[in-house]
């Protein structure tokens, strides 16, 4: 495509002026076009930001001869500086409607875009002067033949303003909602949330939370996730210097409490994640200029501050956090990307979970320890074999470009190339990974205004979409994974490939199942997704397991492994819809190979000594109702059971052999 573009910027130049209204609209063909000032007397139809309005616009109009993709750009080296503003519309100029548009997706404050057109249609298009009218060069060209494997409609969003950061479900009704923060002196209120929830039938219904007490946005980074496990999703709010949790109440109507830790905390990158493996949320969050920090749920409404022991360079470089089971053992991992500056010891670090507790740093041992500019990596399953890959992405190239490392058996190979990675151009601080066009293959977005599609092969194929990463999650319910950034809200066209978004709940683990572990298979083979909080450097992703499964019309199975290692399975689910899998404790006694699983001495009066088991196990009583009572990993194979009343119990034990239980008693 690069190719097809750089042919047409040549082919021609005008100075032709645009034209003040839609009626008079200026048919222009590809290439190079001077607006020598933006003063026209209609005033366009805002495609981005609801409620921010211009005063002029310069108008233009095109019909491509053949299907194919759009792009219009006035992020171009002579117009270093400008700040330019672009929507497009089809429709007669009596009844324009939205199709795209972009504000800052360029360089600086320019503008960038593509779109897919159609043969015949007569697509117009205005530059506004909302932020300055001065002259400047913007370039079309028409890709003749090339459709985008993916693309995207603009449509306005969020008319109260603010930083957009999330794109979540917040009232626990199977919809992502859009989270955007503000502050509102104007209104009197510190600081505010505007959660835009979506409605089951379409579109959003819009309810304010003021946070009074809370001294920063998140203005570096945004995290969501039920920390105290009534439901609802709570919020963590990270800026230059402090970190503020933001709970939901018990019906999810408001955040009535929140707490600032006094803690001075430069943060970069935040998530919510269950470190210990005790069944309730905790915290984490890159420290840019000292050793990392976390907040480990007591169990009881509140988070207690700890800092170390989780990337400890003295003078920090923490950019990126993303917590992942590289090595298939059933506890989550730490990877850290660094910023490196001038500090040589700012390299990417992996902390493998010893399952414990604690974390040993192994980024060397593995082939992960990179230096260079990297504030974000996408980590999933990029070739469908059961682990997880990484793509570190550059956020400059001033220590190298990006890294493709495929992940052989826990240990991680440079496959970059000939992959598509080591000759693309664009940076970002942003590198994530989702299946955007449902073909079962997870593709790459990090800069450039660019999706990098998965092949199926470990290869990827640039396809241009004109704006950067923001947060993504399904915002309209049609199975196709949307995304929202600066308030521009990018809905996917779609096509015809079949879906599934599959919502564990944890009972045992914390209820969000973040940890978990979702793999389906199809005729066509496997695919794996890991719950998380948090990916990329900034933004709140949605916290279901989306698959695209192609032209499959069948599921042979879905099984989620929870963080508890409990594993629920369900066959032959339907298609393109969503799956809610709650975690369920099975009473009957299962039948494997595994070692016999003993309890002695029965009855106990208190300790409970636990044998065939494997390192690493962890441990779960139930009454005979099959109600948890108690839920732990088991340390040096004994259990303190003098908490429980005298009577008749079933202990369960989840490790490298499965999920066993065994009737005990206390007396």
């Not at 002579?78 to 497009?88: C, K, P, Y």
């Not at 779109?115 to 506004?128: E, L, P, Q, R």
Request: aromatic share 8%; proline share 3%.
């Amino acid at each position: 495509m690069r190719t097809t573009l750089t042919l047409l910027l040549v082919c021609c130049f005008s100075v032709a002026r645009g034209q003040n209204t839609c009626a008079t609209a200026l048919a222009i063909t590809p290439g190079l076009h001077v607006v020598d000032t933006v003063d026209g007397t209609q005033v366009p139809p805002n495609c981005l930001t609801a409620g921010v309005n211009t005063s002029h616009g310069e108008w233009y109009r095109y019909t491509p001869s053949a299907d194919g993709g759009l792009f219009i750009s006035s992020d171009l080296s002579v117009n270093s500086g400008d700040d330019t503003r672009l929507h497009i519309y089809t429709g007669g100029c009596g009844a324009l409607l939205c199709v795209g548009g972009d504000d800052d997706s360029g360089t600086g404050n320019l503008s960038r875009t593509i779109i897919n057109v159609s043969a015949g249609t007569t697509y117009h298009f205005a530059w506004d002067d909302y932020w300055n009218a001065n002259s400047f060069t913007f370039r079309l060209a028409d890709t003749t033949g090339f459709l985008s494997a993916v693309s995207f409609n603009t449509v306005q969003v969020n008319p109260l303003g603010g930083i957009v950061r999330g794109v979540v479900d917040m009232n626990n009704d199977g919809l992502d909602d859009i989270v955007a923060v503000q502050s509102n002196t104007s209104l009197g209120i510190t600081l505010s949330t505007t959660v835009h929830h979506q409605l089951p039938g379409g579109g959003f219904q819009a309810q304010t939370y003021a946070h009074d007490s809370i001294p920063n946005r998140p203005s570096w980074s945004f995290c969501a996730g039920d920390l105290d496990g009534n439901g609802y999703n709570d919020m963590l709010f990270a800026g230059g210097s402090a970190v503020s949790l933001v709970f939901a109440d018990d019906q999810g109507t408001g955040f009535p409490r929140d707490t600032t830790y006094a803690q001075y905390v430069f943060c970069q990158r935040s998530n919510m994640v269950d470190i210990n493996n005790d069944g309730a949320l905790d915290a984490f969050s890159c420290h840019d200029v000292d050793p990392n920090v976390y907040f480990l749920n007591e169990g009881d409404g509140t988070l207690s501050f700890h800092q170390g022991g989780l990337g400890d360079t003295p003078n920090g470089g923490n950019y990126g956090s993303i917590w992942t089971d590289y090595d298939n053992d059933g506890d989550v991992d730490l990877y850290l990307s660094k910023c490196r500056g001038n500090d040589p010891a700012s390299i990417n670090q992996m902390h493998r979970n010893n399952g414990d507790g604690t974390f040993t740093e192994v980024g060397a041992t593995i082939g992960l320890d990179q230096y260079q500019q990297n504030w974000s990596t996408a980590i999933g399953d990029l070739d469908n074999d059961g682990d997880m890959d990484a793509l570190v992405g550059a956020s400059s190239f001033y220590t190298g470009g990006h890294e493709l490392r495929r992940n052989d058996g826990g240990v991680f190979t440079d496959v970059t190339a000939g992959s598509g990675w080591a000759d693309f151009a664009g940076t970002s601080i942003q590198h994530v990974t989702h299946d955007f066009d449902n073909d079962g293959w997870l593709d790459i977005m990090g800069g450039g205004g660019t999706i990098l599609m998965n092949n199926g092969d470990m290869t990827f194929t640039s396809n241009p979409v004109g704006f950067e990463v923001g947060a993504v999650g399904d915002v309209n319910n049609d199975g196709f994974l949307d995304m929202l950034r600066d308030n521009a809200l990018r809905l996917n066209a779609g096509n015809d490939n079949h879906w599934i978004r599959v919502q564990p709940v944890g009972t045992v683990s914390n209820r969000n199942a973040i940890g978990a572990r979702v793999t389906i298979t199809t005729a066509a083979g496997s695919q794996v997704r890991e719950i998380r909080s948090g990916d990329g450097f900034t933004f709140m992703s949605t916290l279901a397991a989306h698959f695209g499964i192609g032209q499959e019309t069948a599921i042979e199975e879905v099984i989620v492994r929870f963080p508890s290692g409990i594993v629920n399975t369900v066959s032959n689910p339907p298609i393109d819809g969503t799956l809610t899998i709650v975690e369920e404790v099975s009473t009957a006694v299962s039948m494997n190979t595994a070692p016999a699983l003993r309890v002695h001495p029965v009855p106990t009066s208190g300790l409970l000594q636990v044998t065939g088991i494997r390192d690493r196990a962890t441990a779960t009583v139930h009454d005979m109702q099959g109600r948890v009572l108690h839920h732990a990993q088991v340390v040096d194979a004994v259990l303190d059971m003098s908490a429980l009343a005298p009577g008749s119990y079933l202990l369960q034990v989840a490790d490298a052999d499965g999920v066993r239980q065994v009737r005990f008693v206390r007396e």
